[in-house]
Structures are given as C-alpha cells and as structure tokens.
C-alpha cells in the first residue's frame, strides 16, 4: 500500500531534482536518436544520388569533373589513354553514352592501352579478329570511332540498349559485358573515394 510518506516524497525538493535531471536525460537521449537516424538517412540517398550525377552529368562540363576523375584514374593505371581523357567524355557526349563505357572498354581489352598491336593506337579490340587488325591515327581516333560505332551501329542499327546487350555483338566472351560494366563501376567507386577530383559535385 502507498503511504502518506510517498506522496509526501513526490513534492520534495530531492525528488523535484531527481525528476528534472531524468527528464533531461530523457530528452537528450530522444534528440541523439533522432539525429542518428536522419544522418543515417542522408547517407544512404547522398550515394545513389552521386552515381546518378556522375552518370548523367551534362555537355556544360567538358572541362568537368568527369575528364578530371577520369584522368587521375588512367593516371593511377599508367595508361598511355590519359591525356585523352576529355576525349572520352566530349564524345560520350556527343553520341550519347555513358562517359565511362569506352574507357571501361579498353581496360578490358587492353587494359587502358598497354596491350595493343604496335602502333595502331586500338586498345579496344575494335575490327581485330583472326589476322586483322584496325589501325587508327591516334587515340583520340580510335575513341571518337568506337564511340561512333556503338551508338551508330550497336544501339542505333542493331538495337542493343546496354553493355549487356552491346556484349552479344561485341565479343565472343559471354563475361565481357560483365567485365565491362565492372570496369564502369571500379572508375565510379573510383570518383566517390577522390573528393579532389569532384569538387563541383554537389550532393
């Protein structure tokens, strides 16, 4: 049974004290929460969100963040593709592909330009099979062509609609459209973990 003593205890000062600092605690606790959940919350949508931008971003940044991140990564490979990194995304632009797709291309096919037939500037495989090889001018032929070529003959002529598709005319290999669309992931991954090289990504 309650006594006369308890609810005498709940209008003391000691007990006033110890009610104010247990609700204090309590509405620390509930903001801490809170916080965490909404920073957990921006964090899954802020990644999603920087893939698209990345893969979407627009012909207003040739001088981009695009041409830059892709250079530090041909970069890191030691890739004789480097330089020609705003080739890439200009002619991604200009036929409307993915600006990762040619250079993820050639990293399976040679990777990034090391292993190609002398001089004829192909790290993509493009027109070699059996005793033929395709020669191109210069780097930036040979990306400004495939490019042309998927977007003209595999996706405009043939139909294909993605790398998976592209892959059953490309290559003989039932992996290469994998391999491929891995090599277009590694270059993204790549863009989230340099900040330096996206600084006018906005999130």
Known sequence: MLTLGFFYGLGSKPFLILMK??????IVVSLFILSCKTSFAEEKSSLPSAKVMLANAGTDKITDNRARILRKF???WN???SDNAEDFVSYADKYNLDWRLVAAISGLESTYGHAIPPGSYNGWGWG???TNTH????WEDGIETVSKGLREQYMDSWGATNVYEIGRIYAASPTWALRVDSNMAIIADF??????????LSL
């Open 21 to 26: 600092k247990y609700f204090i605690t309590l």
């Open 128 to 130: 070699i099979y059996g």
């Open 74 to 76: 041909l970069e890191e």
């Open 79 to 81: 890739s004789p593709l």
């Open 135 to 138: 020669y191109f001018n210069s």
């Open 191 to 200: 863009a989230l973990r340099n900040p330096d090289s996206t600084l006018s």
